[in-house]
């Protein structure tokens, strides 16, 4: 925990205030089995000719491929229809630079902030954002900075929230996401004239070895989201599915 808190690799802030404020996931595609259909026999007489038998192959061939042509449009039908079921009322992005993908509410609009690498925001309620943030890293798993409790902790009081604010962890929790370790958490800020309620998550991903050294280093990603305290309830449920969605992959 010591290298964390002593590395300029950590970045200046990546909680998102009323101050500053004065768009699967990688998701695999899903597959639907095609349902079966009774296939029309053709009986073919001893007496046909050969190019009787032809023109009965050449049906049988159009036959399956028709079903074939059926199955596809019904698969992508209903891949398309269920893709767009589970993102209803969300957008994604992928930074295929960075190597991360995430869902974000419909409405929120991107603004760029000085030492924020993507930030998605409400522009009515400014509290209400998603901000995405990376540094490079020596370690090569996020397990390998401390327990979920310990890191969060540092994170939150040194990176997520100025000094002046009054912070409480609400949870910390490790969860496992195609063999890579994640950190989920919730946290409450408060502030003189308001209270976020908010969610993060952090990973390390994309190691690779570092030129002229027998070392290997990382991403540090960092995802904040959240809301006014009296908005919680009604955006709880959004805030969880957007740090939900974040995922990262190889670049």
């Given at each position: 925990?010591?290298?964390?808190?002593?590395?300029?690799?950590?970045?200046?802030?990546?909680?998102?205030?009323?101050?500053?404020?004065?768009?699967?996931?990688?998701?695999?595609?899903?597959?639907?089995?095609?349902?079966?259909?009774?296939?029309?026999?053709?009986?073919?007489?001893?007496?046909?000719?050969?190019?009787?038998?032809?023109?009965?192959?050449?049906?049988?061939?159009?036959?399956?491929?028709?079903?074939?042509?059926?199955?596809?449009?019904?698969?992508?039908?209903?891949?398309?229809?269920?893709?767009?079921?589970?993102?209803?009322?969300?957008?994604?992005?992928?930074?295929?630079?960075?190597?991360?993908?995430?869902?974000?509410?419909?409405?929120?609009?991107e603004v760029v902030i000085q030492g924020q690498?993507?930030?998605?925001?409400?522009?009515?309620?400014?509290?209400?954002?998603?901000?995405?943030?990376?540094?490079?890293?020596?370690?090569?798993?996020?397990?390998?900075?401390?327990?979920?409790?310990?890191?969060?902790?540092?994170?939150?009081?040194?990176?997520?929230?100025?000094?002046?604010?009054?912070?409480?962890?609400?949870?910390?929790?490790?969860?496992?996401?195609?063999?890579?370790?994640?950190?989920?958490?919730?946290?409450?800020?408060?502030?003189?004239?308001?209270?976020?309620?908010?969610?993060?998550?952090?990973?390390?991903?994309?190691?690779?070895?570092?030129?002229?050294?027998?070392?290997?280093?990382?991403?540090?990603?960092?995802?904040?989201?959240?809301?006014?305290?009296?908005?919680?309830?009604?955006?709880?449920?959004?805030?969880?599915?957007?740090?939900?969605?974040?995922?990262?992959?190889?670049?």
């Amino acid at each position: 925990m010591e290298s964390l808190k002593n590395s300029p690799a950590i970045h200046s802030t990546l909680f998102l205030n009323a101050s500053s404020s004065s768009q699967m996931g990688l998701q695999s595609p899903i597959f639907f089995p095609c349902s079966r259909r009774k296939i029309t026999h053709f009986v073919i007489r001893a007496d046909q000719t050969t190019s009787s038998h032809q023109d009965v192959t050449g049906r049988r061939q159009a036959l399956a491929g028709g079903t074939l042509a059926t199955c596809i449009s019904m698969l992508s039908a209903t891949s398309t229809s269920s893709a767009a079921e589970t993102k209803k009322g969300f957008q994604a992005v992928t930074d295929k630079k960075d190597g991360y993908s995430f869902l974000y509410p419909f409405g929120w609009q991107e603004v760029v902030i000085q030492g924020q690498d993507k930030v998605f925001k409400d522009v009515i309620e400014p509290l209400e954002a998603v901000s995405v943030n990376m540094v490079e890293t020596s370690k090569q798993d996020i397990r390998d900075l401390g327990s979920p409790q310990e890191v969060v902790e540092l994170l939150i009081k040194k990176v997520l929230a100025p000094p002046t604010q009054k912070t409480k962890l609400v949870e910390a929790a490790e969860h496992d996401v195609d063999g890579k370790a994640y950190y989920t958490f919730e946290f409450i800020a408060q502030a003189p004239n308001y209270t976020r309620h908010a969610l993060g998550t952090i990973c390390i991903g994309n190691v690779k070895k570092l030129r002229l050294e027998h070392l290997f280093g990382g991403k540090f990603y960092t995802v904040t989201t959240g809301a006014n305290e009296r908005r919680w309830e009604k955006m709880k449920d959004k805030l969880h599915t957007v740090i939900d969605s974040f995922k990262i992959f190889n670049v």
